[in-house]
């Protein structure tokens, strides 16, 4: 149980465009779902916080309006990366809050913008 | 400010042989605490989690950890490595309504 995917797993897209990332809890409703952003060899930084219903809560020095977080339902949260440059090619991971100290993680979306 | 501290980039161990990675935390109050693996290119796989109770926690994969409330610790633990545990490892920190506050990560190196 406690299943978390992410589609696509690996995109590539064009300097300028848009790009939208789903984050799905398969066998859970989450209420909450967090994003967090991998450059290559480091750590997780938290981007974003995903409330179902209302709007996402930024990390300090996240742009919201590149980054548009939507969690419409209680299994679903998307990001979407807008006019995407190179700069946001990332490793993008989501996890959903199952309970107070449970957060499960998807296995990431890997983004590359040329 | 909250922080997760891996002091140890990259540990090299053989094969057979005990592990102990570390972990330190700056945070307000004693935080919820989890030790997670990452393999290349993949997600995050929980090993283990601390929240209160017991300060001696079994995780998965034969791995353990002990939190120290007098050293702001928490140790990840294993008494013998197999080359499959090559992988990186992350503290964090957090829970509850927050997201986590992952630490730099240590790279484990399996020697035969």
């Known amino acids: 149980g406690a299943v978390v995917s992410q589609h696509p797993s690996w995109v590539i897209c064009k300097s300028g465009t848009s790009v939208k990332i789903e984050c799905r809890s398969l066998d859970f409703q989450a209420t909450t779902m967090f994003w967090y952003r991998q450059f290559p060899k480091q750590s997780l930084m938290l981007m974003a916080t995903?409330?179902?219903?209302?709007?996402?809560?930024?990390e300090q020095g996240v742009e919201k309006d590149k980054f548009l977080i939507n969690h419409a339902s209680l299994t679903l949260s998307t990001l979407t990366v807008t006019s995407a440059h190179p700069e946001d090619s990332s490793f993008y991971i989501c996890?959903?809050?199952?309970?107070?100290?449970?957060?499960?993680f998807g296995p990431g979306t890997r983004l590359t913008v040329t | 400010a909250q922080s997760v501290t891996q002091p140890d980039i990259h540990i090299t161990v053989s094969e057979g042989a005990s592990l102990e990675l570390r972990c330190n935390y700056s945070?307000?109050?004693?935080?919820?605490l989890f030790w997670y693996v990452q393999s290349p290119g993949q997600g995050l796989q929980l090993l283990l989690k601390y929240f209160s109770g017991d300060t001696l926690v079994q995780g998965i994969k034969g791995f353990e950890a002990e939190f120290k409330r007098s050293q702001s610790s928490f140790n990840l633990r294993k008494p013998s490595v197999h080359w499959s545990d090559a992988a990186e490892y992350f503290c964090a920190a957090g829970g509850g309504a927050d997201g986590l506050t992952f630490g730099k990560g240590t790279h484990l190196i399996i020697q035969p």
């Open positions: 995903s409330n179902e219903g209302s709007k996402a809560t930024y």
């Open positions: 996890s959903a809050r199952l309970t107070n100290y449970e957060q499960y």
């Open positions: 945070y307000g109050a004693t935080p919820y």
